[in-house]
Protein backbone atom coordinates (compact mmCIF):
# COMPACT_ATOMS: atom_id res chain seq x y z
CA UNK A 1 0.00 0.00 0.00
CA UNK A 2 1.82 3.00 -1.43
CA UNK A 3 1.22 6.53 0.92
CA UNK A 4 1.26 9.89 -0.46
CA UNK A 5 2.30 12.62 0.89
CA UNK A 6 -0.17 15.52 0.92
CA UNK A 7 0.61 19.22 1.46
CA UNK A 8 -1.82 20.16 3.27
CA UNK A 9 -1.70 18.80 7.16
CA UNK A 10 -5.16 18.91 7.78
CA UNK A 11 -5.60 16.25 4.59
CA UNK A 12 -6.78 12.55 5.88
CA UNK A 13 -3.79 10.36 3.85
CA UNK A 14 -4.02 9.20 0.52
CA UNK A 15 -2.80 5.69 -0.47
CA UNK A 16 -2.80 3.38 -3.51
CA UNK A 17 -3.96 -0.26 -2.53
CA UNK A 18 -5.14 -3.65 -3.79
CA UNK A 19 -8.22 -4.99 -2.57
CA UNK A 20 -5.82 -7.47 -0.39
CA UNK A 21 -4.02 -4.85 1.14
CA UNK A 22 -6.93 -3.26 2.39
CA UNK A 23 -8.18 -6.61 3.77
CA UNK A 24 -5.30 -6.58 5.76
CA UNK A 25 -6.16 -3.41 7.53
CA UNK A 26 -9.69 -4.40 8.03
CA UNK A 27 -8.36 -7.88 9.44
CA UNK A 28 -6.45 -5.91 12.15
CA UNK A 29 -9.84 -3.89 13.30
CA UNK A 30 -11.84 -7.16 13.16
CA UNK A 31 -10.52 -8.30 16.43
CA UNK A 32 -12.43 -10.87 18.55
CA UNK A 33 -14.15 -9.65 21.46
CA UNK A 34 -14.68 -5.97 19.92
CA UNK A 35 -16.84 -4.56 17.85
CA UNK A 36 -15.91 -2.04 15.08
CA UNK A 37 -17.94 -0.19 12.60
CA UNK A 38 -15.98 0.70 9.20
CA UNK A 39 -17.52 2.83 6.77
CA UNK A 40 -16.78 2.96 3.62
CA UNK A 41 -17.60 5.79 1.14
CA UNK A 42 -17.36 7.73 -1.46
CA UNK A 43 -19.47 8.96 -4.94
CA UNK A 44 -21.68 6.90 -7.41
CA UNK A 45 -19.83 4.46 -9.01
CA UNK A 46 -16.58 4.77 -7.00
CA UNK A 47 -16.24 1.00 -6.28
CA UNK A 48 -17.95 0.52 -3.00
CA UNK A 49 -20.04 -2.01 -3.11
CA UNK A 50 -17.00 -4.17 -5.08
CA UNK A 51 -14.87 -3.24 -1.83
CA UNK A 52 -17.46 -4.38 0.83
CA UNK A 53 -17.59 -8.00 -0.69
CA UNK A 54 -14.02 -8.01 -1.20
CA UNK A 55 -13.65 -7.66 2.96
CA UNK A 56 -16.47 -9.98 3.19
CA UNK A 57 -15.21 -12.43 1.29
CA UNK A 58 -11.66 -12.77 2.91
CA UNK A 59 -12.82 -11.86 6.52
CA UNK A 60 -16.13 -14.38 6.38
CA UNK A 61 -17.56 -15.01 9.59
CA UNK A 62 -15.45 -11.83 11.36
CA UNK A 63 -17.45 -9.29 9.23
CA UNK A 64 -20.89 -8.53 8.49
CA UNK A 65 -22.26 -5.32 5.75
CA UNK A 66 -25.08 -2.80 7.05
CA UNK A 67 -25.38 -0.84 4.20
CA UNK A 68 -26.86 2.70 4.08
CA UNK A 69 -28.59 1.92 0.99
CA UNK A 70 -31.13 -0.47 3.18
CA UNK A 71 -32.59 3.31 4.12
CA UNK A 72 -33.53 4.66 1.19
CA UNK A 73 -37.20 5.67 1.29
CA UNK A 74 -39.73 3.38 -0.90
CA UNK A 75 -40.88 4.49 -3.79
CA UNK A 76 -44.14 5.60 -2.73
CA UNK A 77 -42.86 7.61 -0.23
CA UNK A 78 -40.37 9.61 -2.38
CA UNK A 79 -43.75 10.18 -4.40
CA UNK A 80 -45.36 11.62 -2.20
CA UNK A 81 -42.56 13.77 -0.83
CA UNK A 82 -41.90 14.61 -4.37
CA UNK A 83 -38.42 13.40 -4.42
CA UNK A 84 -38.63 10.30 -6.85
CA UNK A 85 -36.86 12.43 -9.82
CA UNK A 86 -34.02 12.70 -7.32
CA UNK A 87 -34.12 9.54 -5.81
CA UNK A 88 -30.23 8.88 -4.23
CA UNK A 89 -29.82 12.78 -3.21
CA UNK A 90 -29.60 13.10 0.81
CA UNK A 91 -32.48 13.80 2.07
CA UNK A 92 -33.95 10.73 0.34
CA UNK A 93 -32.83 8.41 3.43
CA UNK A 94 -34.11 7.76 6.58
CA UNK A 95 -31.52 9.02 8.30
CA UNK A 96 -32.80 8.87 11.57
CA UNK A 97 -33.41 4.68 11.24
CA UNK A 98 -30.05 4.29 10.29
CA UNK A 99 -28.13 6.41 13.13
CA UNK A 100 -30.74 4.17 14.58
CA UNK A 101 -28.96 0.80 13.64
CA UNK A 102 -25.57 1.88 14.25
CA UNK A 103 -25.92 2.14 17.63
CA UNK A 104 -27.78 -0.66 18.01
CA UNK A 105 -24.58 -2.49 16.30
CA UNK A 106 -21.83 -0.51 18.24
CA UNK A 107 -22.98 -2.46 21.48
CA UNK A 108 -24.59 -5.50 20.12
CA UNK A 109 -27.13 -7.02 22.37
CA UNK A 110 -27.29 -10.97 22.83
CA UNK A 111 -29.48 -11.44 19.76
CA UNK A 112 -28.91 -10.91 15.93
CA UNK A 113 -29.04 -7.44 14.64
CA UNK A 114 -31.27 -7.20 11.23
CA UNK A 115 -29.99 -4.30 8.73
CA UNK A 116 -32.33 -3.88 5.67
CA UNK A 117 -30.69 -3.97 2.00
CA UNK A 118 -31.34 -2.13 -1.21
CA UNK A 119 -32.56 -4.43 -4.22
CA UNK A 120 -31.56 -2.95 -6.98
CA UNK A 121 -33.71 -5.15 -9.40
CA UNK A 122 -37.03 -3.77 -7.27
CA UNK A 123 -35.80 -0.54 -6.39
CA UNK A 124 -36.68 -0.80 -2.97
CA UNK A 125 -35.72 -1.33 0.50
CA UNK A 126 -36.13 -4.89 1.90
CA UNK A 127 -36.20 -4.59 5.83
CA UNK A 128 -35.00 -7.25 7.94
CA UNK A 129 -32.85 -8.77 5.03
CA UNK A 130 -29.11 -9.48 6.95
CA UNK A 131 -28.65 -10.52 10.35
CA UNK A 132 -25.51 -9.46 12.69
CA UNK A 133 -24.69 -11.60 15.17
CA UNK A 134 -23.05 -10.38 18.68
CA UNK A 135 -20.08 -11.95 18.14
CA UNK A 136 -19.05 -10.40 14.77
CA UNK A 137 -16.22 -8.04 15.49
CA UNK A 138 -16.37 -6.05 12.80
CA UNK A 139 -19.09 -4.35 10.76
CA UNK A 140 -19.06 -2.66 7.43
CA UNK A 141 -21.13 -0.05 6.41
CA UNK A 142 -21.22 1.81 2.69
CA UNK A 143 -22.39 4.64 1.04
CA UNK A 144 -22.17 7.91 -0.41
CA UNK A 145 -22.90 10.14 2.58
CA UNK A 146 -21.75 8.99 5.59
CA UNK A 147 -18.92 11.80 6.02
CA UNK A 148 -21.51 14.30 5.12
CA UNK A 149 -22.53 17.24 7.80
CA UNK A 150 -26.07 18.06 5.79
CA UNK A 151 -29.56 16.87 6.54
CA UNK A 152 -28.73 15.07 9.82
CA UNK A 153 -26.23 13.10 7.93
CA UNK A 154 -23.34 14.28 10.43
CA UNK A 155 -24.34 11.75 13.13
CA UNK A 156 -23.68 9.24 10.96
CA UNK A 157 -19.61 9.75 10.97
CA UNK A 158 -19.57 9.78 15.51
CA UNK A 159 -20.77 6.10 15.59
CA UNK A 160 -18.24 4.59 13.11
CA UNK A 161 -14.31 3.92 14.42
CA UNK A 162 -13.20 4.69 10.79
CA UNK A 163 -14.16 5.27 7.28
CA UNK A 164 -12.29 5.44 3.85
CA UNK A 165 -13.18 7.36 1.21
CA UNK A 166 -12.93 5.96 -2.16
CA UNK A 167 -11.41 8.31 -4.94
CA UNK A 168 -11.99 7.92 -8.69
CA UNK A 169 -11.76 9.64 -12.16
CA UNK A 170 -15.14 10.84 -13.01
CA UNK A 171 -15.02 9.84 -16.30
CA UNK A 172 -14.52 6.16 -15.39
CA UNK A 173 -17.24 6.48 -12.49
CA UNK A 174 -19.46 7.67 -15.00
CA UNK A 175 -19.00 4.86 -17.55
CA UNK A 176 -19.94 1.92 -14.49
CA UNK A 177 -22.92 3.96 -13.40
CA UNK A 178 -24.05 3.74 -17.12
CA UNK A 179 -23.44 0.09 -17.26
CA UNK A 180 -25.08 -0.47 -13.66
CA UNK A 181 -28.50 1.02 -15.29
CA UNK A 182 -28.53 -0.30 -18.46
CA UNK A 183 -28.20 -3.94 -16.66
CA UNK A 184 -31.19 -3.27 -14.54
CA UNK A 185 -33.55 -2.50 -18.50
CA UNK A 186 -33.11 1.65 -18.21
CA UNK A 187 -33.34 2.69 -21.38
CA UNK A 188 -29.99 4.35 -23.03
CA UNK A 189 -30.94 7.97 -22.76
CA UNK A 190 -32.95 7.79 -19.78
CA UNK A 191 -29.57 6.23 -18.30
CA UNK A 192 -27.63 9.05 -19.87
CA UNK A 193 -29.68 11.40 -18.27
CA UNK A 194 -30.14 10.26 -14.46
CA UNK A 195 -26.19 9.72 -14.60
CA UNK A 196 -25.29 12.84 -15.92
CA UNK A 197 -27.83 14.84 -13.66
CA UNK A 198 -29.06 13.00 -10.62
CA UNK A 199 -26.13 10.90 -9.77
CA UNK A 200 -23.42 13.99 -11.35
CA UNK A 201 -25.12 16.30 -8.39
CA UNK A 202 -24.93 13.92 -5.55
CA UNK A 203 -21.06 13.20 -6.76
CA UNK A 204 -20.27 16.56 -6.17
CA UNK A 205 -22.30 16.89 -2.76
CA UNK A 206 -20.31 13.61 -1.70
CA UNK A 207 -16.29 15.21 -2.97
CA UNK A 208 -17.12 17.92 -0.21
CA UNK A 209 -17.14 15.71 2.36
CA UNK A 210 -13.56 13.90 1.12
CA UNK A 211 -11.82 15.85 4.16
CA UNK A 212 -13.49 14.68 6.72
CA UNK A 213 -12.59 10.65 5.87
CA UNK A 214 -10.00 8.81 7.60
CA UNK A 215 -8.22 7.47 5.16
CA UNK A 216 -8.24 8.36 0.65
CA UNK A 217 -8.07 5.36 -1.51
CA UNK A 218 -7.38 5.11 -4.93
CA UNK A 219 -8.17 1.26 -5.69
CA UNK A 220 -5.93 -0.60 -7.13
CA UNK A 221 -7.81 -3.24 -9.78
CA UNK A 222 -7.95 -4.42 -13.13
CA UNK A 223 -9.02 -2.02 -15.79
CA UNK A 224 -10.80 -4.35 -17.73
CA UNK A 225 -12.30 -6.00 -14.08
CA UNK A 226 -12.91 -2.31 -12.09
CA UNK A 227 -14.61 -0.85 -15.01
CA UNK A 228 -17.63 -3.41 -14.76
CA UNK A 229 -18.13 -3.51 -11.13
CA UNK A 230 -20.59 -0.98 -9.19
CA UNK A 231 -20.72 0.69 -6.11
Not at 183 to 211: F, I, K, L, M, Q
Amino acid sequence: MHEQTLPDAGSPPVVRATPQQLVERAAALARPGTRRLLGITGAPGAGKSTLCAALLDALGDRAALAAMDGFHYANAELARLGRADRKGAPDTFDVDGYVALLDRLRTPPAVPVYAPVFDRALEEPIGSAVPVWPDTPLVLTEGNYLLLDEHGWSAVRTRLDEVWYLDLAPAVRERRLLRRRRSYGHEPEAAEAWVRSVDGRNARTVETSRPRADLVVHLDVPETTGDDLPG
